[in-house]
């Protein structure tokens, strides 16, 4: 019987992972990841009303009016935070089955950006093209008989695209997931002479649990009509998503982003690579509302799991995020 062979004491293997560990200094020198300002873009809830409304289910999220926008804004400036995205809370009043506020030239987000950019002119700023702020059936497309018109959609979305190009958008993130939107919305910035607008195609964005507390701060869950199965993605198919990213990108799409973020970040690193292309993930209102209560509760070290969720991320494959906690991980990566 062959006798496994034992290392005598004070015999040790020539190669010890754990040398490199052994000084911060190193450890800065060998990490093959790392998550700095640049990567973050800070999601922001925008209200007509002045002042602000705290976001129950997102603790330390508010809803800002016009008077507070503005304000709350110049830290991220500060930090170099490279981009906002701008999300509404609209009047019920407004609201219709056919979403025509959102295309409105003077609506509450074209109201915003334009403030916005007069403030900074340098910030970036993201608009998503959806229905569901205005849809007083809480879709993100026109409901007809149960159904989702998805033509119908697509051509109001181009319509509402446009509005906010003309505002001042940096970035369109058509996050319908309706079929061809992309290309629709291309067509017609190209044609109306905005051919630098950006196109951020939530390409595989999964039908989540992950979006109650998104759903509460923009006002749509209480009107919400059924569920978004017909057009957001089964949480069981990958390849779909792979499919669903070639076509945006074939259709024009500059960039794509995977939605939710970390129970997706095997999506992350298939999109990643299979097409190289600037591939950005979103850290939900869900993944926010359970780490911050836990670190309530004092079960999670708060600094410790913003960083490490967010390095995640990088470590998947993403350029860019989208974090309700931009502001606060900006503060520690400028702080070192």
Known sequence: MKREKITPPGAYPAVRLRRNRVDAWTRR????????VDDLIWPVFIQA???????????????????????????????????????????????????????NPDNLVCRAIRSVKA???????????????FNSQGHDGILRDGAILNDETVEILCRQSLAQAQAGCDIIAPSDMMDGRVGAIRTELDAQGF??????????????AFYGPFRDAIGSSAAL?????????????????LREVALDLA??????????????????RAVKEAF???????????????????????WLDNDRVVMESLLAFKRAGADGILTYMAPEAAARITAG
């Open 29 to 36: 020198l060998v990490a093959e990841n790392r998550l700095s």
């Open 276 to 298: 190289g292309a600037p591939t950005f993930a979103y850290q939900v209102s869900g993944e926010y509302a359970m780490l911050k209560a836990a670190a309530a509760q004092g």
């Open 119 to 133: 403030a900074y002119p340098d910030l970036g700023i993201i608009c998503d093209a959806a229905l569901d702020p």
């Open 195 to 208: 051919q630098d607008v950006r196109i951020l195609s939530y390409a595989a964005k999964y039908a989540s």
């Open 225 to 241: 009509a059924g569920d978004k199965k017909t057009y957001q993605m089964d949480p069981a198919n990958v390849q779909e998503a």
């Open 251 to 268: 259709e024009g799409a500059d960039m794509v982003m995977v939605k939710p973020g970390m129970p997706y970040l095997d999506i992350i």
């Open 49 to 103: 009303e002045n002042g602000a409304v705290a976001i129950e289910s997102m603790p330390g999220v508010e809803r800002l009016g016009p008077d507070r926008l503005i304000d709350a804004l110049g830290p991220a400036m500060d930090l170099k935070i490279p981009a906002v995205a701008l999300f509404p809370y609209i009047d019920p009043a407004l609201k219709t089955p056919d979403g025509a506020e959102a295309v």
